[in-house]
């Protein structure tokens, strides 16, 4: 049974390392042991969805009501509690079960797809870099859920780029896009926020490409070596 949980849930010290992950983790650590005992995991994987739910309408709701850009990292930081602080809560009451493990993960998908693709209805980004974005982020997704089954491992990071810095830059981009200039750029017949995110989105690609590569290497080697 230990190493189903350890294919849902992760092992910590398997995990790529991003950026703001020691601090945020000793974050967590204060928020879980503060928590009061009637407050679930999976409650908070609810919480987490509707955070990014709030999010996505902000964002839609910004072409005719400009202020409720301000509700956007307001619904986020509310997404990064729930689903952030769900699994440690579990771990550390010992609760981990696969209902908490599949709460977390089909909260984390929702979340980002939803506030995505409400970013390709808003005035901050086009369809078109919306859909190039949610290819990238799902093809990512399904490699790092592939890792965690056939390994063991689970992917935190890419290049120091984990999921909380993928939600910090998805709660102030609207506010990075306004002093860009993208909502008046919009109209234009090639904006400029499509050709950046097709070049980022090729440079990603050919990473993950590699990645799949090395790795690959890396198992078959360590096959060898069983055999």
Avoid at 107 to 114: K, N, R, T, V
């Amino acid at each position: 049974m230990g190493d189903f949980f350890t294919s849902i849930f992760g092992n910590p010290a398997q995990r790529t390392q991003s950026f703001l992950r020691g601090a945020e983790l000793r974050l967590i650590d204060n928020i879980v042991e503060s928590l009061p005992a009637r407050v679930e995991a999976i409650q908070l994987s609810g919480v987490g969805a509707c955070g990014a739910l709030v999010a996505s309408i902000a964002l839609i709701a910004c072409n005719h009501f400009p202020h409720a850009i301000w509700m956007v990292p307001i619904a986020m930081a509310i997404n990064w509690f729930g689903l952030s602080v769900d699994l440690p809560l579990a771990r550390k009451r010992q609760q981990e079960a696969a209902a908490e493990g599949m709460a977390h993960h089909l909260g984390e998908i929702f979340s980002h797809l939803s506030v995505l693709i409400a970013y390709g209805f808003s005035p901050f980004f086009t369809v078109r870099a919306a859909t190039v974005v949610v290819i990238c982020y799902l093809l990512f997704a399904a490699y790092a859920y592939i890792r965690a089954a056939t390994r063991h491992v689970e992917q935190m990071a890419y290049i120091g780029i984990g999921v909380t810095e993928f939600r910090i830059l998805l709660a102030f981009w609207p506010f990075a896009a306004v002093l860009l200039g993208v909502p008046q750029s919009l109209g234009d017949k090639q904006p400029a926020i499509d050709v950046a995110v097709l070049s980022l989105a090729g440079f990603a690609i050919i990473g993950l490409l590699a990645k799949l590569f090395f790795d690959g290497r890396k198992i078959t080697a360590a096959s060898g070596r069983d055999d």
